[in-house]
C-alpha cells in the first residue's frame, strides 16, 4: 500500500491547514493509522492516530489543535491543524501505527511564519 500526502503550504502562525493522506488500497480500512512529521535536523515524531475504529489520540502539543479523522469509504485520512506555530513547521508524513517501513511516501510540507 503506498500513501501520498497532500495539502501542506505556507501559513502564517494562527493559521490553519486541512492534511489529506490517500491510500492506494483499501486494505486501509483495516488499518490502525497516524500522521508523523519531521522537521529539518531533527527526527521524525509521531503527532496523531486513529485506530480502524476511529478511536484517536494525540501528541500534547497537538491536543486541543490538531483533530485526526478518516473517510474510510474514500481510502482517506485527514488532519485538520489550527492555531499553527512555527514550531509546527515540518514535512507531515503518513503510514501505519506502527509505521510500515516501505510505505513511507514523500511527505507534505507545512511551513509556519512567524
Known amino acids: 500500500v503506498q500513501y501520498v500526502e497532500s495539502g501542506g503550504g505556507l501559513v502564517h502562525a494562527g493559521g490553519s491547514l486541512r492534511l489529506s493522506c490517500a491510500a492506494s488500497?483499501?486494505?486501509?480500512?483495516?488499518?490502525?493509522m497516524a500522521w508523523y512529521r519531521q522537521a529539518p535536523g531533527k527526527q521524525r515524531e509521531y503527532v496523531a492516530h486513529?485506530?480502524?475504529?476511529?478511536?484517536?489520540g494525540y501528541r500534547d502539543s497537538a491536543k486541543g489543535r490538531f483533530t485526526i479523522s478518516r473517510d474510510n469509504a474514500k481510502n482517506t485520512m485527514y488532519l485538520q491543524m489550527s492555531r499553527l506555530n512555527p514550531e509546527d513547521t515540518a514535512v507531515y508524513l503518513c503510514?501505519?501505527?506502527?509505521?510500515?517501513?516501505?510505505?513511507w511516501g514523500q511527505g507534505t510540507q507545512v511551513t509556519v511564519s512567524s
Open positions: 488500497s483499501s486494505i486501509f480500512r483495516r488499518r490502525d
Open positions: 503510514n501505519t501505527r506502527p509505521a510500515t517501513m516501505s510505505a
Open positions: 486513529i485506530s480502524r475504529d476511529g478511536v484517536t
